[in-house]
């Protein structure tokens, strides 16, 4: 039901847009095609590896590595592998969703997440050219080390401290 609203209220704006100025709703909507084409090779390529690790770990499987039951193992063994892997956001969020729906955990999950967002290993190197040794590793291991505070906070939460 909220998907119809967003996507009714979109049409509206958009067709507003379109009332006023036709022309540059149409470099608007080009654009944003572009944006979409950009996007696209990222998004279904983390689509089609989180859909092969589904498809090969059935729920079950996925509920116990990363679910409820694994505790502060699976959150941790959670922020490892969000820490390590570099996808952007508009990626992250749907994977999550798609975890979730298959049996990982809340707390497993915020901490996926806030890792994959916050801590870049992949980007070290990098990082390292632009703000030295010193502040790249403090940043990333207070960062990881965040993840923690992150995962134990949203498990409070949804629980119901």
Known sequence: MTSV??????????????IKDKRKTKMALKK??????????????????????IASFDPETVSAIIGDGSG???????????????????????????LLNNGAGLMQIAAFVSALM???????????QFFGKKLTFMR??????????VAFIIGKVVSGI
């Open 5 to 18: 609203i967003m996507y009714s209220v979109a049409i509206l704006f958009l067709s507003i847009s379109f």
């Open 140 to 149: 990333n291991t207070i960062a990881f080390l965040f993840t923690f505070v």
């Open 72 to 98: 502060w193992f699976g959150v941790i063994l959670a922020a490892l592998i969000g820490a390590v892997t570099l996808i952007p956001g508009f990626v992250a969020f749907p994977t999550a969703a798609m």
């Open 118 to 128: 916050m801590v870049g290993v992949v980007t070290i190197p990098v990082e390292i």
């Open 32 to 53: 944003a095609w572009k944006s979409f084409e950009n996007i696209l090779p990222q998004f279904l390529g983390v689509i089609l590896l989180v859909g092969i690790l």
